[in-house]
């Protein structure tokens, strides 16, 4: 009789190599689930990490930009002036070169909350200077309203709003007391971290997708050459048995099967014990590049106050050649004897690493010294500890602020006429626009003077461009001079043509300020023989002035104010002839 207990047809053996083979498709696809949700949680971690970072420090450094005594200036007299927007223009600045949503500056009362900067632009969103806005049921209910109200850092977290949904951070602002007088507060949208999340999911599924077909293939492999193999040598020796016969052919197969086995498993073993090495040694090297890649300094102090390891930007911003002349000549190249506040720097700086030591966190200004040089390093430091083995360790995390007062710098310039220190035609657009939206609210009077010095192209000529740049400079401090109300300011238009504007003033005001600035341009007695009506400089003078009405632009009252310039020059020059819109 044929034989066919070893026949692939046969139902036992076709069921045992499904069964298996469902099973390790099973078993795969749950393991690359559960890969995949680990992976998405380790990298969602970092993404938000990042985020969080990002609103964190911007927050604290808005804090220090804007003091507590400013906040309370600017909301007991409700009425903005050159430094509220030199400030406004820095944080707008900071927001641009950052790529955030806004930042704002307010004051968390009973009624909502009281505005004092916004840097948010659209027409919906921005909040004006004293301006109210009532708080949203999610920051009741989260329980962050309470941590306002107690004055307390507030850590990041995701709230919505009418404009989306936001992940912001806030910063207490401090008055010189030690008390709260506002917060600083940096939104990020959460579309940034969905758009995050996105790429890192596709990208974690073509990986997971990618293991899993190895994983089955692998498992496969396995159980053909493991299982169904020696399953089919064992029923072959079987089925070959006869009564009497001796089975030594088959013990012999068997053991030889078995050697084999062992040797594989044996193999199999050592493969994972190396493959286990190297993936350890692949994670020290990638905590090793991950700390060298960062763009903070990162110091490691230990117990007895000194420095054990540090990283790659460490080295870098000092000029180091390399981690051991680090270790050995910090401490005394890059320090100055005496921080900005008088005190000695090494006395303070141990002082701040026992804080940190006995309260586990400890956050400063610093200023550094650069050894090459001696030239100053402002830094913002970090104290942090941490436990290793059975001791304390103090990681010092360090920023470059250089950057910062750069930006602080040119933010400072942006808005400023190079030659006579007053206002340029940028800041004048901006600020004009935004006086009559502010305006428009409760169709408040405007008044706005384009002026233009008399003959100014003789002047040129006959004195030349030095003399001329002089006469430039000693008008715009006269007119400056003139113009002393908190919200007026006066910008260099362009050439020998200057602007004056006016929130809050009706024709008779400024028919006052007028007849002042005449009269102040004609008493400096700026010699001018070459004018045709007189012997010293003089100006001409238009005003447009008017209720602010909604819809209304810039150009609705500057058109008609360049229209009484000229019409002053045609009636003579040396006066002004105004409008009322």
């Known amino acids: 009789m044929q034989n066919n ?19 390790v498709i099973i078993t795969s696809l749950f393991m690359g689930i559960a890969m995949l949700i680990a992976l998405y949680m380790i990298y969602n971690d970092r993404i938000e990490g990042e985020f969080s970072d990002k609103v964190r420090s911007l927050s604290i450094v808005t804090a ?15 009425e903005t002036d050159d430094e509220f927007y030199r400030i406004l223009g820095l944080l707008r600045l900071i927001q641009t070169e950052t790529g955030i949503a806004y930042i704002s500056v307010s004051r968390f009362t009973d009624d909502g909350e009281l505005f004092v900067f916004d840097t948010d632009e659209s027409e919906d969103g921005h909040m004006g200077l004293g301006e109210y806005e009532p708080y949203s049921d999610d920051m009741i209910e989260s329980g962050i309203l309470d941590l306002y109200f107690l004055g307390k850092r507030i850590p990041p977290f995701s709230e919505r709003t009418v404009w989306g949904y936001l992940f912001s951070a806030s910063e207490p602002i401090l008055r010189a007391d030690g008390s709260v007088a506002g917060f600083a507060c940096v939104s990020i949208y959460m579309d940034d971290i969905f758009r995050e999340r996105l790429i890192m999911m596709t990208t974690l599924g073509v990986i997971v997708l990618v293991l899993l077909f190895i994983s089955i293939a692998a498992n496969l492999y396995i159980i053909q050459r493991f299982v169904i193999a020696p399953v089919r040598i064992l029923v072959d020796g079987v089925s070959s048995y006869r009564p009497g016969a001796e089975l030594p052919g088959l013990f012999e197969q068997t053991k030889t099967e078995s050697r084999l086995r062992s040797e594989d498993e044996l193999g199999v ?4 014990i190396i493959g286990m090495e190297s993936r350890i040694a692949d994670a ?46 910090y401490l005394s190249q ?38 090459s040089d001696g030239s100053p390093i402002p830094t913002e430091v970090s104290l942090v500890r941490v436990g290793y083995k059975n001791e304390s360790l103090i990681v010092a995390y360090t920023r470059d602020l250089r950057e910062i007062k750069r930006l602080e710098s040119e933010a400072e310039k942006i808005f400023y006429d190079a030659l006579t220190g ?30 233009d010095i008399d003959y100014f192209k003789k002047y040129n000529d006959g004195y030349g461009h030095d003399e001329g740049d002089t006469c430039l400079i000693k008008v715009a401090e006269t007119l400056s001079n003139c113009a002393t109300r908190g919200d007026d300011f006066v910008a260099r238009y362009g050439g020998e043509e200057f602007a004056v504007v006016m929130p809050n003033t009706d ?3 400024a028919t006052v300020v007028a007849e002042k600035l005449v009269d102040a341009i004609r008493s400096s007695k700026i010699k001018h023989e070459y004018s045709d009506i007189a012997d010293h400089i003089t100006v001409s003078i238009g005003i447009a002035t008017g209720p602010v009405k909604h819809g209304q632009t810039g150009l609705d009252f500057m058109k008609p104010a360049d229209e009484m310039l000229y019409k002053s020059k045609q009636d003579g020059r040396n006066r002004y002839t105004i409008i009322e819109l």
């Open 5 to 23: 207990i070893v026949d692939d047809s046969f139902p036992w053996y076709k069921s045992l190599r499904f069964r298996l083979t469902i099973t």
């Open 64 to 78: 220090e930009i804007v003091d507590g005594e400013t906040i309370d200036h600017y909301l007991e007299t409700l």
């Open 269 to 272: 073993l050592e493969t994972a």
């Open 284 to 329: 020290e090297e990638l905590t090793k590049l991950m700390l060298d890649a960062s763009p903070l300094c990162s110091e490691l102090w230990d117990e007895s106050r000194n420095i054990i390891d540090c990283n790659e930007a460490a080295i870098k911003l000092y000029g180091f050649k390399d981690k051991e002349e680090y270790i050995e000549k």
């Open 334 to 371: 890059c320090t100055p004897e005496l921080q900005p506040c008088g005190q000695n720097s090494d006395f303070m700086f141990h002082s701040l690493l026992d804080k940190a030591f006995e309260e586990g966190y400890c956050h400063f200004h610093w200023m550094q010294r650069n050894p």
């Open 422 to 451: 007053i206002y340029n035609r940028r800041f004048f657009d901006e600020n004009l626009k935004r006086a009559i939206k502010s305006l428009s609210r409760s169709e408040s009077p405007l008044s706005l003077m384009m002026i």
């Open 507 to 509: 024709k008779e005001g």
